[in-house]
């Protein structure tokens, strides 16, 4: 079944192990091709042991793994491929557990991946170490920027490559991303969220690749695929339908689309749905000429769909619709369901269409209601002027009715500010063409958005009447005939798209492959009795796909289908006698009426002014007696609401200060058209800094820099490139230094005009590297030629301000203990951002920005986690001691950051300085190195300072979150048995859900495997460490999302062997399956699965996902049970959604009650009676009550947290709970206390109410205070 290419080149030493690991297998149907690219070692010699019948070497000439992959794709005979390179190694079931994955799928794969476990190499201790996974669930979106899946866990069939290609042998890096993109972008893969690969990243060397730089290859393969990123644009009916973005399964299932293969072999379709014509009924208020309705060849019952027949189709099908087409045979205004059915639609952003005879235009609720709920465009089909005319072919129907209707729908649309588009749509035959010209001015008249001509389908059944009904204009007809006759052209082999990526479903059910099939003749089956999705690729839809296809003549309706002729213009519409060509319906908001517009002139002239206005409020404000004189009291106000935030457990945001809550907020718009202002003045500032350079190197002058004998501080100015900067900052430099100096210059590479501008400057000791030495090198390079007492690392992108330098030596020589001062790095216009190191536990470096109205100018300094070299300023004496900075580190901050570590160590602190502030003309480089190098250095950082990142001390910031407080163990305590240790374990502070009433101020900061205690300690190390403490535990694993951290599921099966867990999660990922199969439901105390129907739908959606995977654990036996936030927005869907889950067979839930501020009101005080008695209906449990009744007052309650109860963060740092982080050690380390008894709880009121009443509000400890 399998070929297995492995591509080696002089790896005589390890491929061995490759190889057994393949023949190890536990499935045996394949054959492994082993291709020596020219190897100069004894790799023959390593490799002929192993040959065999199922085993052959083949050598060629070194050209690449591309060309070597290439080759053995070419000698290859199996029908599936999978690839292994000799430095990594399978585990025994891969291809057993991906053969399964492509038989079983109901969805017939042809590609599959897996997870694979990272290795890594530590240099120091030369041990091999697990540094997180590779893979996941396929994200379009987000393997467009990088390669996600790894070629070692990928398995593809030998079809892929007809349609895809092979490797592309012009790449030497990047070369598998490229390929899978391209297999990607044809296929949909299957996920096995299973570990099946041991993959080793950087253990040995890199041979066949890593032969160019990382950034040129990274471009070109993105550059190659820059059109798989353009905006997803539809077209329908000359309506053009826009999306920004797609959630990843739709996106990968539109790019599908738009490839021009869509259909496999046998009949099989690679795209999913994604566009569907729904007929709300057929039934109908007129009897239209050749109509089969009307004929009476319909043959099929009247019919009205249900809302509720048309939600089970949405609902498995959401994943992929972009466009629902609601009407068919009938007239849709006849169902009352059509509005809800639209709406439905529009909260899933379907966008939607429907067309109307305009009889019905008169229910001004009915268009109200459908009009609201979001409908994209609604087509009013209008044939003729003239009543006459107009009910000859339209029996029973009133052209004046049509036309006071639409009057009223314009009037009615203008007034509500509604985003249909209202399209008048006429379709042109030989009995009305002399009046499309009038039929236009009509359109007009009624102020209808747009205006189109359709051409006609002069087919009856299977009857052709061109002679009949054919328009005598040329330009009017939809074929083109022989000449002399109707005789329509046919083509001579034209495949039929529309049954790849669309259907049509009836009213009744019957799911057929387009519209024309009106009576079910072609009846694939019945949606109401099978999902689409499983009906989509059944042996009934590609039995026909393949007939329409290859064998059309069998099929009466087919023979004679508008795909077998040629068109009269190319198009089914009469492009010229359109209002425009094309016009761009509006994009709704999922879940809401109102529209988004692109901003015309006149919106953004009133964004400015609204700007203006309040930017002047705000400086009259701060400017006024009244401001001056009210600061103590703004300041309290400030404290308090600050303080409170903290005692209520830090949900919502936190408060702004009295100032801003004065003043009405900024709004996005306003926020983005200071971005776009900022946007718009940066080319300006650098183009006029261009011409500065260029007049200077102009002109005879010289630039003089001063120069002392001897200098109280040496200025290090590293520079590469970018003179215009450069003079820039030599300019300042000269103007604002103020203290005895000397400029130590190193050109370290540059290829610009650095070197013309340098040789035109005096005074400075100019080093010059005629290649690129890297910023530490060179500057040790600078700092080993200067004189200074103090060095000071100037960015050449940084402009000095004035008394920059002087505040900084100020605050060295006032503080005995700072070991560097850094500053701030503002805009030119001085409101923009300081710069500055920030240090994150995980062992991740960046530079950030904060606002300058923040702690920064508060006070004078502060202790910072380190500077950047904007401006970073440090005693030359502690430079020597500590070694400068090391060279080891490549670009990037993690030099810098290295540096004030191990000043730490000798006793010495980084400043922060808001008067040693810079001019930033440019943003700090980024780093020259690739990701690699970057990696490395990561690495080596978290190696050298693992202590550091792992210790608990607070944080001004709240970045770690650890303020100590006195937990007064003073106080007296209760004796009470521990039977057991509750552990509430943050396992991961990210989350792909960004829930507004979440506590969390930041997403997705945490990456699990960047921290060193994250991955330092295998599952099974953990939990021999819980079970010798003589403890019995409970840990109950919540976050973040902890199935999105690494290795979670190994680590949750390793600890349920001995001890009970709990889950908190959202449910969103298919981790859950792997959790469900890996750990045992007797060990799994409860699972709570927080719904979140917001970002539910955006992050997936829909709801469909979590309710399998919710069903899939229940099945296994697990105690699992939804939860649904009562915030007050949800309140007004909060009884259909809960209704939807009961309807998905989800019937145990219970709500969580919102505790936090909302639109200026605390919660959960301020839920109304009516809120409140909703909340009783659903079902309260004794713990949701006592959280209603909002009495967390239980300072000195006698309480088991420290002692039965603790929480503990990603890293293993434990605190007594939410509210009292006191530290009480590491677990992950094993350095860690318990209280010897229960004591009072120190805190006002208790943030953590969940614990709390578990430990001290329901009286768990005898006598409350």
């Not at 038989?103 to 201790?125: T, V």
């Not at 330009?475 to 790849?500: E, I, M, N, Q, V």
């Not at 960004?994 to 495997?1009: I, L, T």
Request: glycine letters at 6%; hydrophobic letters at 40%; aromatic letters at 10%.
């Amino acid at each position: 079944m399998f070929s297995v290419i492995m591509p080696v080149w002089n790896r005589a030493s390890i491929v061995g192990e490759a190889i057994e690991s393949v023949l190890a297998q536990t499935f045996k149907e394949y054959e492994l091709l082993v291709v020596d690219d020219g190897s100069e070692d004894d790799l023959a010699k390593a490799v002929d042991p192993f040959l065999s019948d199922r085993v052959r070497c083949l050598r060629r000439p070194h050209l690449g793994a591309a060309a070597a992959r290439n080759h053995g794709l070419a000698q290859s005979v199996q029908p599936f491929v999978a690839y292994l390179d000799s430095d990594n190694q399978w585990h025994p079931d891969f291809l057993a557990v991906m053969a399964q994955a492509l038989r079983r799928n109901d969805r017939a794969p042809e590609a599959a991946h897996c997870l694979a476990k990272r290795l890594r190499h530590d240099p120091s201790s030369g041990r091999i170490y697990q540094d997180g996974m590779i893979g996941g669930p396929f994200d379009v979106n987000d393997i467009l920027d990088h390669s996600r899946i790894d070629l070692n866990t990928f398995v593809h069939s030998r079809r892929c490559l007809d349609v895809a290609g092979f490797f592309d042998e012009d790449l030497k890096r990047l070369i598998d991303w490229d390929f899978i993109l391209r297999i990607l972008s044809h296929v949909e893969p299957c996920f096995v969220p299973r570990v099946l690969v041991d993959y080793y990243s950087d253990v040995q060397p890199r041979t066949i690749s890593n032969t160019e730089d990382f950034d040129p290859a990274y471009a070109q393969v993105r550059s190659k695929h820059e059109a798989l990123r353009r905006q997803a644009r539809l077209v329908h009916d000359t309506i053009a339908y826009t999306w920004d973005s797609l959630p990843p399964r739709k996106q990968a299932n539109w790019i599908r689309a738009q490839q021009p293969s869509p259909l496999g072999e046998e009949g099989e379709s690679r795209v999913r749905p994604f566009v569907l014509q729904i007929e709300p009924t057929n039934r109908c208020n007129l009897a239209c000429v050749n109509c089969p309705r009307a004929e009476r060849d319909l043959r099929r019952p009247h019919r009205d769909l249900s809302f509720e027949e048309f939600r089970t189709v949405v609902d498995d099908l959401e994943d992929t619709l972009m466009l629902l087409i609601l009407w068919d045979w009938g007239e849709p205004f006849l169902n009352r369901d059509l509005p809800r059915m639209v709406r439905y639609a529009t909260e899933r952003d379907i966008r939607t269409v429907t067309s109307t005879n305009g009889q019905l235009l008169d229910n001004e609720p009915y268009i109200h209601a459908l009009f609201a709920a979001g409908l994209s465009t609604l087509i009013v089909a209008v044939d003729s002027v003239e009543q006459e005319s107009y009910a000859r072919f339209r029996k029973g129907g009133s052209l004046d009715r049509i036309t006071a209707g639409v009057e009223r729908v314009v009037r009615w649309k203008r007034s509500s500010g509604a985003a249909t588009v209202i399209n008048m749509r006429t379709v042109v035959s030989r009995y009305n063409e002399n009046h499309l010209e009038d039929i236009r001015t009509l359109a007009l008249q009624l102020g209808v958005d747009h205006f189109s001509v359709k051409t006609l389908n002069p087919t009856v059944d299977t009857e052709l009447k061109d002679d009949e009904l054919a328009p005598l204009t040329e330009a009017y007809r939809r074929f083109a005939y022989a000449d002399g006759s109707w005789t329509r052209r046919r083509k001579a082999c034209a495949p039929c798209l529309w049954t790849s990526g669309t259907a049509t479903i009836h009213s009744n059910g019957d799911l057929v492959p387009c519209s024309y099939d009106f009576d079910g003749a072609m009846m694939i089956g019945n949606a109401f009795e099978q999902p689409v999705s499983r009906l989509w690729n059944s042996p009934e839809f590609r039995r026909l796909r393949l007939t329409v296809n290859c064998e059309r003549d069998k099929l009466a309706r087919c023979r004679c289908c508008n795909v077998n002729f040629e068109l009269a213009s190319g198009s089914w519409f009469v492009a010229n006698a359109q209002s425009a060509p094309e016009i761009e319906a509006l994009r709704l908001q999922r879940g809401e009426d109102k529209h988004i517009l692109l901003p015309s002139d006149t919106q953004e002239s009133l964004l400015r002014h609204s700007l203006h206005v309040r930017n002047e409020t705000i400086r009259t404000l701060l400017a006024s007696r009244f401001w001056r004189l009210t600061r103590p009291m703004r300041l309290a106000l400030d404290a308090f609401q600050t303080t409170r935030w903290f005692i209520k457990g830090r949900h919502g945001d936190r408060p702004a200060r009295y100032a801003m809550r004065l003043l009405p907020p900024v709004t996005p718009g306003m926020r983005e058209l200071q971005i776009l202002t900022n946007e718009m003045t940066e080319p300006l500032r650098q183009a006029r800094m261009r011409r500065d350079l260029d007049t200077f190197l102009e002109s005879s002058g010289r630039l003089v820099l001063p120069m002392h004998q001897a200098p109280v501080v040496s200025v290090l100015l590293i520079l590469h490139n970018r003179a215009a900067l450069t003079l820039a900052c030599l300019t300042a430099l000269k103007t604002w230094i103020d203290v005895p100096c000397e400029v130590v210059v190193v050109d370290d590479g540059s290829t610009d005009e650095t070197p013309e501008l340098l040789a035109r400057t005096d005074g400075a000791h100019i080093l010059k590297n005629s290649r690129t030495a890297g910023f530490s090198r060179a500057c040790n390079q600078a700092a080993a030629a200067s004189r200074g007492a103090s060095l000071l690392l100037l960015g050449q992108e940084a402009a000095l301000r004035p008394g920059a330098v002087a505040s900084a030596l100020r605050l060295l020589a006032e503080l005995p203990d700072a070991g560097a001062v850094g500053g701030p790095g503002l805009a030119p216009d001085g409101k923009f951002v300081i710069k500055r190191g920030r240090i994150y536990d995980t062992g991740r470096v960046a530079w950030d920005g904060d606002d300058l109205a923040r702690d920064g100018y508060r006070i004078s300094s502060r202790e910072a986690d380190f500077a950047t070299r904007a401006f970073l300023m440090t005693p030359r004496h502690l430079w020597d001691r500590v070694g400068g900075l090391d060279e080891a580190f490549e670009d990037g901050p993690y030099a810098e950051a290295d540096y004030f570590l191990r000043l730490r160590r000798i006793g010495r602190g980084c400043i922060f300085d808001r008067e040693a502030a810079v001019t930033m003309n440019a943003e700090l480089p980024a780093p020259t190195g690739n990701n690699v190098d970057m990696e490395r250095s990561r690495t080596l950082f978290q190696a050298r300072h693992l202590e550091f990142l792992v210790q608990q001390w607070p944080d001004p910031q709240g970045d770690r979150g650890y303020a100590l407080i006195e937990a007064g163990y003073s106080a007296p305590r209760i004796d009470v048995p521990r039977p057991s240790v509750e552990i509430y374990w943050h396992f991961n502070e990210a989350c792909n859900f960004r829930c507004s009433y979440c506590f969390r101020s930041a997403v997705d900061h945490f990456r699990g495997q960047e921290h060193p205690a994250c991955g330092r300690f295998e599952p099974e190390e953990l939990a021999a460490r819980l079970k010798s403490s003589g403890f019995a535990w409970k840990i109950v694993f919540t976050g973040g999302e902890p199935l999105l951290a690494p290795r979670f599921v190994e680590i949750s099966r390793a600890l349920a062997l001995e001890q009970r867990i709990a889950l908190n999660t959202n449910l969103s990922t298919d981790e859950a399956y792997a959790f469900a199969d890996a750990v045992s439901p007797a060990q799994v105390h409860d699972i709570y699965a927080a719904l979140h129907p917001i970002e539910r739908d955006r992050v997936e959606g829909g709801w469909n996902r979590f309710s399998e995977r919710f069903r899939y654990l229940r099945q296994k036996g697990f105690a699992i049970r939804a939860v649904y936030v009562t915030h007050p927005s949800l309140f007004g869907r909060m009884e259909r959604d809960l209704e939807r889950l009961r309807g998905q067979g989800i019937e145990s839930f219970s709500l969580k009650i919102f505790r936090g501020l909302w639109e200026g009101r605390s919660y959960p005080s301020a839920y109304t009676a009516q809120q409140r008695g909703l909340m009783e209906r659903v079902g309260l449990t004794p713990l949701e009550q006592w959280v209603l009744q909002n009495d967390f007052g239980l300072h000195n309650s006698i309480c088991g947290a420290g002692y039965r109860a603790l929480h503990m963060d990603p890293f293993g740092n434990l605190t007594r709970c939410n509210t009292v982080t006191v530290g009480y050690g590491n677990l992950l380390l094993g350095r860690y206390r318990l209280d010897d008894l229960p004591s009072p709880c120190p805190a006002e009121s208790c943030g953590c109410p969940y614990q709390g009443f578990k430990y001290a509000g329901n009286g768990a400890f005898g006598k409350q205070a």
